[in-house]
């Protein structure tokens, strides 16, 4: 099962996206669940995590900035990103965490530009 993100898409600096992620039971229920990204030329990396019980790790480059909240009734995770800087241009993610390798989906981009 690939996992697939949403939401992405072309925003200025200082503006917010809403990046969506839904998922089967099976994979979300109970785990841990995270955000990724992948810039050009850089690893994918970790961005924001979640516990099944809500407590949450943030990067710090986004931490203030960013919200990860999961639905454990939907089994979606969402990505609240404010303030957005041009260093938040990537690729984005949604996976377990730890990641799962055969969970990457396409991902979606995310471009914060003037």
């Known amino acids: 099962v690939q996992l697939q993100a949403s939401g992405g898409g072309l925003v200025q600096p200082g503006g917010s996206l809403r990046l969506s992620c839904e998922a089967p039971?099976?994979?979300?229920?109970?785990?841990?669940m995270a955000w990724y990204r992948q810039s050009p030329g850089k690893q994918r990396g970790l961005v924001a995590s979640?516990?099944?019980?809500?407590?949450?790790f943030y990067k710090d480059a986004v931490d203030g900035r960013f919200t990860i909240i999961r639905d454990n009734a939907e089994n979606t995770l969402t990505l609240q990103m404010n303030s957005l800087k041009s260093e938040d241009t990537a690729v984005y993610y949604c996976?377990?965490?730890?990641?799962?390798?055969?969970?990457w989906g396409q991902g979606t981009q995310v471009t914060v530009s003037s």
């Open positions: 996976n377990r965490f730890p990641s799962i390798s055969n969970f």
């Open positions: 039971g099976s994979i979300f229920t109970n785990y841990p």
């Open positions: 979640v516990d099944s019980d809500g407590r949450t």
